[in-house]
């Protein structure tokens, strides 16, 4: 039973539990899971707008992209192991790959 009157022990101990839970999903890929990293990317862009005064409204005039699209910090797979780094998600597939 963890000791309650320690919450700073109970947190690193979750944190712990959940690193080596995480470690172990990206080593041992379940083999009978679909395997495709994914990732999230925002580009920014400068949008433009006209007013139009009869209608009370702005409307968009025009949308430029101002940053170049880059990669994602973190990536996820299709079978649902999420927050890896790029190196482990190659691990991930590399791992994937040999269980085939």
């Given at each position: 039973?963890?000791?309650d009157s320690d919450p700073e022990a109970n947190l690193e101990q979750w944190k712990s539990a959940m690193q080596e839970e995480h470690?172990?999903?990206i080593a041992n890929p379940d083999p009978n899971e679909s395997?495709?990293?994914e990732g999230v990317a925002q580009v920014t862009y400068r949008v433009t707008?006209?007013?139009d005064a009869e209608d009370d409204a702005?409307?968009?005039a025009s949308a430029e992209e101002v940053d170049d699209l880059t990669d994602p910090d973190l990536l996820s797979?299709?079978?649902g192991v999420r927050g890896m780094t790029p190196e482990e998600?190659?691990?991930?597939?590399a791992a994937a790959v040999e269980r085939e």
């Open positions: 039973m963890p000791d470690a172990e999903a395997h495709q990293i707008f006209d007013y702005l409307e968009r797979c299709a079978c998600a190659r691990e991930h597939m």
